[in-house]
């Protein structure tokens, strides 16, 4: 069974900076997870989409997060990261990592991220 664990979460100030991870436990083969992405749901809203990345590196980002936010992986380990610059109180929410593995979607259970003013 695919597990998807994510670490990183917590509460800082206007400004501070945060760095966000997730490993994939259950899979077979370096890069198997593909894509792996950030969403996250603020309190009264959907979800959205933050962040992916895809075998050979290319990233998307939604507008809101680009230039604050960037996403990396370690291949070898399946793991995702979500280096978080600059936060803004409108960053609160709760953040969750997707992965796909042989095309079956994969959520973890979401970190909290405050971000105080």
């Not at 978080?84 to 994969?106: H, I, Q, W």
């Amino acid at each position: 069974q695919v597990q998807l664990v994510e670490s990183g979460g917590g509460l800082v100030q206007a400004g501070g900076s945060l760095t966000l991870s997730c490993s994939a436990s259950g899979v077979i083969g370096s890069g198997s997870v593909n894509p792996m992405g950030w969403y996250r749901q603020a309190q009264g809203k959907e979800r959205e989409l933050v962040a992916t990345i895809i075998l050979g590196g290319h990233t998307n980002y939604a507008d809101s997060v680009k230039g604050r936010f960037a996403i990396s992986r370690d291949y070898r380990k399946n793991t995702v990261y979500l280096r978080m610059n600059s936060l803004k109180p409108d960053d609160t929410a709760v953040y969750y990592c997707k992965g796909t593995y042989y095309g079956r979607e994969f959520w973890g259970q979401g970190t909290q991220v405050t971000v105080s003013s």
